[in-house]
């Protein structure tokens, strides 16, 4: 595992927890700015960062730093919708002894892609995915290949909701600092030729990215030194040739001294959007899982 990713689980690793608050997954039936997803279940007292709904919105995977019962190391978890409650946390089979994180459904609902820092990659983090089967298991893990993995760390993969294009994170690419964000296209065998996405990269860290709007504007969080520097969330929309002028995402414990991360469009509802961090209230431990309006998408096309 790069540094950079040791010293974020640093991060997550002394945030301060919290006792339970009384509630449950059906937070989101009420929603107003923000509710807390699934307290108890998925949103826990340990750390819980991006999740991602199915297309049928009846499971919910993310990753956890540190709760127990997973392969070890950071591990990928699963709940399934019963009497309109995610229920039934458990680890998913994908999970190795080495570091697995960073979950996303394709829209189609293939395929759920993942970092892994398991033996047999390019170097560092790389990116993987698994076949959704139908019986709800998964199938082998494959590494997504030189295409897109480097020597370096690759988190947060997003596959377009066409199946076209790959968003994520690398900072073994080249790039304009630390971590940078990249979309790669998919030429029938593998995604290949990635290439920075125009206007946000800078000499900071940016990753943890999703696109809005058939990407026409993107979401993604930036912070000076992942892992030592607050994490904050960033909305930018498209000029026609690039995201410009990125501001903070609107959400009120998205603050420049806190750690807000890992924005995933809910697929089965895609005006939502899951982001991980720690808000004052409702509040079920380190950084939880939260459910938010997705920001209206008002860029234009032209950035893919």
């Known amino acids: 595992m790069g540094q950079a990713k040791v010293r974020l689980a ?3 690793a002394v945030a301060v927890s919290a006792a339970l608050v009384s509630g449950c997954g059906a937070a989101a039936a009420a929603l107003q700015e923000f509710g807390i997803e699934g307290m108890g279940v998925v949103s826990t007292p340990h750390g819980e960062v991006r999740a991602s709904v ?3 919105g009846q499971r919910i995977v993310w990753g956890s730093t540190d709760r127990p019962g997973g392969a070890g190391g950071w591990d990928l978890w699963q709940a399934t919708l019963r009497d309109g409650r995610w229920q039934d946390p458990r680890p998913l089979p994908v999970n190795s002894p080495a570091n697995d994180f960073d979950p996303a459904f394709s829209a189609d609902g293939r395929w759920l892609y993942f970092f892994s820092n398991r033996e047999g990659g390019f170097g560092g983090d790389d990116l993987y995915r698994a076949a959704v089967l139908a019986d709800g298991g998964f199938g082998a893990v494959e590494n997504l290949g030189a295409g897109v993995n480097g020597k370096g760390d690759e988190w947060a993969p997003t596959p377009g909701a066409e199946g076209a294009h790959l968003l994520y994170a690398s900072d073994g690419f080249g790039g304009a600092g630390g971590h940078d964000l990249f979309v790669a296209r998919w030429n029938g065998a593998a995604f290949v030729e990635p290439q920075p996405v125009p206007g946000v990269n800078t000499a900071a860290d940016e990753f943890d990215a999703a696109w809005l709007g058939d990407g026409r504007t993107i979401v993604f969080a930036r912070s000076d030194d992942v892992g030592n520097a607050p994490i904050r969330l960033m909305l930018a929309q498209c000029d026609g040739k690039a995201f410009a002028e990125a501001q903070p995402l609107a959400l009120s414990f998205n603050t420049a001294d806190g750690n807000t991360l890992a924005p995933v469009v809910d697929l089965s509802k895609p005006s939502e959007l899951l982001v991980s961090g720690s808000a004052k209230a409702p509040k079920a431990g ?15 096309s032209g950035c893919l």
């Not at 380190?286 to 234009?300: H, S």
């Open 10 to 12: 640093t991060v997550l």
């Open 286 to 300: 380190k950084l939880d899982i939260y459910r938010m309006r997705a920001p209206v998408a008002t860029g234009q």
């Open 54 to 56: 199915s297309p049928d």
